[in-house]
């Protein structure tokens, strides 16, 4: 018996580069540098039009400062949000730009900034640092976001990329171990948007590992989905139908992981990039930015 059909093609190797093409946004999006050139442009213009405070220091560490965009309303729920860019590059400074649409949902803003990999100011720096670098950043906003208006104890926290990587460790983490006099339940709700939860394929990605220098016990410690469901939190997850079949596989991984129950919301967000998702957070009437909100009212 003959068929027309051709053979059923072998999956592709999962080489180096297989890891690379997976994962290097900036290949993918060829205009990335463009994106990056209207949120600076955007972060420019609020900073300079929007009431705010800037380079607060959080610790004493590399980069260890944050800017905050009060609500209109003191009592406010607090949006703490965290930038991406693979825990190597940019700044809290290329972000301004999402403050406006949170504080049209009622929120006091907060940016935080923390050192880049491989080193910061002469100082080795590895994601495990940056992930106490935001535990500091978020004990200090429970302790001093009143006086900017803010309610401690209605923080939530947004991050794109690397950054939504870092809010899923934030919500997972056991308050007081970082320290005994912090509520356990100082974040309750997280959005990650293009987030990452399982490291150990990034470490296989050459182009970002060589400034991330990875080990296995660093991908355990900071793998959110490969630690148990934190209880009684809530975390929303989106990646864009553009991206990555990889990124696709992450959003939906944290979902299967730690449940419907923690996970409620995992959608793939249609026509979106890596790089074109985030503005979709500050367009009013968008899928995520009524997530968003929704979220903060939770």
């Known amino acids: 018996m003959t068929s ?19 994962y290097n946004n900036r290949a993918l999006v060829p205009d990335f540098a463009d994106h990056f050139a209207r949120w600076q442009s955007a972060s420019q213009a609020v900073r ?16 260890e400062s944050l800017d905050i965009f009060p609500a209109a309303k003191p009592h406010a729920p607090v949006v703490v949000f965290i930038h991406g860019g693979y825990w190597r590059s940019l700044d809290k400074s290329d972000h301004s730009f999402v403050a406006p649409a949170l504080q049209a949902m009622g929120a006091c803003v907060v940016i935080v900034n923390y050192a880049l990999c491989p080193s910061t100011q002469g100082q080795v720096v590895t994601v495990p640092d940056i992930a106490l670098q935001m535990t500091r950043a978020l004990a200090w906003t429970h302790q001093h976001i009143a006086a900017h208006g803010g309610d401690p104890g209605r923080i939530t926290l947004a991050g794109h ?22 509520p356990v339940h100082l974040v309750r709700k997280a959005l990650s948007i293009s987030g990452l939860y399982d490291l150990n394929s990034v470490r296989k990605a050459p182009f970002v590992q060589a400034s991330l220098h990875l080990t296995p016990k660093q991908v355990r410690q900071t793998s ?5 469901s934190p209880r009684q939190r809530t975390l929303f997850t989106v990646v864009g139908a553009q991206e990555s079949p990889e990124f696709v596989r992450q959003n939906r991984l944290i979902h299967q992981t730690w449940g419907p129950r923690t996970v409620p919301v995992c959608e793939v967000l249609a026509d979106c990039n890596h790089f074109s998702v985030l503005p979709e957070l500050t367009r009013s009437g968008s899928r995520l930015n009524n997530l968003m909100r929704q979220l903060i009212a939770l």
Do not use: E, F
Not at 48 to 63: S, W
Not at 161 to 182: C, E, I, N, R
């Open 48 to 63: 300079k039009q929007v009431a705010c405070t800037l380079d607060i220091a959080y610790g004493d560490g590399v980069n």
């Open 161 to 182: 990329s690397a950054g939504g990587h870092l809010a899923a460790m934030l919500l997972g983490t056991d308050w007081k171990q970082v320290h005994s006099k912090l």
């Open 224 to 228: 959110p989905a490969l630690w148990t």
């Open 4 to 22: 027309n059909s051709a053979p059923a093609q072998p999956p592709r190797a999962r080489t180096s580069a297989w890891y690379d093409s997976m």
